[in-house]
């Protein structure tokens, strides 16, 4: 396993979400649910940028791996997923919408891995949907974990998480039909 920056900056994400989880576990004389949400969303929002940054430098520094390549999608899923089953617990994401994405994000990982076994990962390479997909879903979630009513008198974080999470989840299965509609010919013929 290669030991770089980039990878350890993936490990710092996976390191992220069991704090995430135990924050709402802390009695309220430790951390008021308030600041609780505020610090939980920040996080959501840095080991975010940390997906991006962890990538950037990767190609940057000319520091690409197998083994990264492996555990940057892990710890993507592993930290949506997570959040979402918070958000589900706390009835801040409606279910149907927190079991499209997840059952999505499991089924494109299969796909991806058995494309993968045929030779033909290439087949289901990352799309435009899938990318606005992730981009609403990593705007939306922060903003329900922050679940103000109004954020600085401007911004109704509930509501907008909310609709942010139903585009997601509009998206979600849009892509998964886009990515299963490529791989269909290869299962067909190799399958």
Known sequence: MPLNIPILLTWLRIVMIPMLVAMYYLPETVLSPTLRDQVAAVGF???GLTD????????????????????DPVADKLMVCTALLVLLDMQ??????????????????ALREWMATLGARTSVAVHWL?????????????????DQRTLGGYLDAHFWGARLAE????????SMMYYLKQAWPIIKERG
Do not use: C, H, Y
Not at 130 to 146: E, H, R, V
Not at 167 to 174: E, K, P, S, Y
């Open 45 to 47: 929002v840095l080991a």
């Open 52 to 71: 991006w940054f962890d990538g950037w430098l990767a190609r940057r520094w000319n520091q690409t791996s197998a083994f990264g390549a492996f555990l």
């Open 92 to 109: 801040r994401v409606d279910t149907v919408i927190a079991l499209i994405i997840i059952g999505r994000e499991i089924t494109i990982s």
């Open 130 to 146: 899938g990318k606005f997909k992730t981009a609403a879903q990593m705007a939306a979630i922060p903003l329900l974990l922050l």
């Open 167 to 174: 585009i997601a989840a509009v998206l979600t299965v849009w």
